[in-house]
T-cell receptor, first 114, second 114 residues
Framework: EDQVTQSPEALRLQEGESSSLNCSYT??????LFWYRQDPGKGPEFLFT???AGEEKEKERLKATLTKKESFLHITAPKPEDSATYLC???????????????FGQGTILTVHP | KAGVTQTPRYLIKTRGQQVTLSCSPI?????VSWYQQTPGQGLQFLFE???????NKGNFPGRFSGRQFSNSRSEMNVSTLELGDSALYLC?????????????FGPGTRLLVL
């Protein structure tokens, strides 16, 4: 069964203090690893999709990287508006049991203080 | 393009009642997945529909069911509601095909069971 573990559970940063969030996964044939941002009371907002080890994606202050066992979401010089829960999910390649199914981690709650 | 829409946004029901939630996917997206999000369990996969057929199902009791219409709109139904069914119900759509695995989420329906 696919599993995703995110760390840390919560992270408090000062504005401008760069850091990284970790997502460790086990999956049978990775079809994709996804990062989402979720604000309280809202649906997850898509950030990145990574397909294979070595791949990197970047968007504004965020950069996602992927290895065979984990993914990192690097946040450079964060601002208070980056405060949110960041979710990591995988889709395995296990045939019919993987159709449309994302397995999520518990998320990292990021708080950026001004 | 308009995003994924869900109705209603909020719902209050009592134990034993049933409820139907609706999801309209992004135009052109043929796959719709449903998830339940609770503080304790996080985001859990309910089921996935493609071309009006359920292709995958998570580990939820038979009280949870769904369907998809020819225009790709989807509904999920929960019968004989229990207190533990209180959650944010999210639907997500994707194109489905090739490497287009990314799922885009709607705002969710917040269900409270009293």
């Amino acid at each position: 069964e696919d599993q995703v573990t995110q760390s840390p559970e919560a992270l408090r940063l000062q504005e401008g203090e760069s850091s990284s969030l970790n997502c460790s996964y086990t999956v049978s044939g990775l079809r994709g690893l996804f990062w989402y941002r979720q604000d309280p009371g809202k649906g997850p907002e898509f950030l990145f999709t990574l397909y294979s080890a070595g791949e990197e994606k970047e968007k504004e202050r965020l950069k996602a990287t992927l290895t065979k066992k984990e993914s990192f979401l690097h946040i450079t010089a964060p601002k208070p508006e980056d405060s949110a829960t960041y979710l990591c999910a995988v889709q395995g390649g296990g045939g019919g049991t993987s159709y449309g199914k994302l397995t999520f981690g518990q998320g990292t709650i990021l708080t950026v203080h001004p | 393009k308009a995003g994924v829409t869900q109705t209603p946004r909020y719902l209050i029901k009592t134990r034993g009642q049933q409820v139907t939630l609706s999801c309209s996917p992004i135009s052109g997206h043929r796959s719709v997945s449903w998830y339940q999000q609770t503080p304790g369990q996080g985001l859990q996969f309910l089921f996935e529909y493609f071309s009006e057929t359920q292709r995958n199902k998570g580990n939820f009791p038979g009280r949870f069911s769904g369907r998809q219409f020819s225009n790709s709109r989807s509904e999920m139904n929960v019968s004989t509601l229990e207190l533990g069914d209180s959650a944010l119900y999210l639907c997500a759509s994707r194109i489905s095909g090739g490497r287009q695995e990314t799922q885009y989420f709607g705002p969710g329906t917040r269900l409270l069971v009293l």
